[in-house]
């Protein structure tokens, strides 16, 4: 079992940076894909970013691309998504996510672990 807990969503105006992380806390914490999901007022829950248990594959939206660095600290149990140049349309709930299974998932049904999310507004 995983539990999961973000912080650092806040107000950050356009073209800045934030830097969110995500806490666990389980025993199978190190062996679990872990991902960034974002879900917007009014549309559904999207795949930002994910990474593998050993840090060594990450995939990325096409939106975030180049702008959302994923990384992961297993000796830690933290996970951290570092957003830059960020546009209003990165507002949203920021999820952090795992799941037991090998491989990187964009299907948010195939996470079976979930953090209660943190808000990110970006403001212009």
């Known amino acids: 079992q995983v539990h999961l807990a973000e912080s650092g969503g806040g107000l950050v105006q356009v073209g800045g940076t934030r830097r969110l992380s995500c806490e666990a806390s389980?025993?199978?914490?190190?062996?679990?894909?872990m991902a960034w999901f974002r879900q917007a007022p009014g549309k559904e829950r999207e795949f930002v970013s994910g990474?593998?248990?050993?840090?060594?594959?990450?995939a990325y939206a096409d939106s975030v691309l180049g702008r959302f660095t994923i990384s992961r600290d297993n000796a830690k149990n933290t996970m951290t998504l570092r957003m830059i140049s960020l546009k209003p349309e990165d507002t949203a709930v920021y999820y952090c996510?795992?799941?037991?299974?090998?491989?990187?998932?964009?299907?948010?049904?195939?996470?079976?672990?979930w953090g209660q999310g943190t808000q990110v507004t970006v403001s212009s």
């Open positions: 996510a795992a799941k037991g299974t090998y491989g990187i998932g964009r299907d948010e049904y195939q996470y079976g672990h």
């Open positions: 389980g025993s199978s914490y190190s062996r679990n894909v």
């Open positions: 990474i593998s248990w050993d840090g060594g594959s990450t």
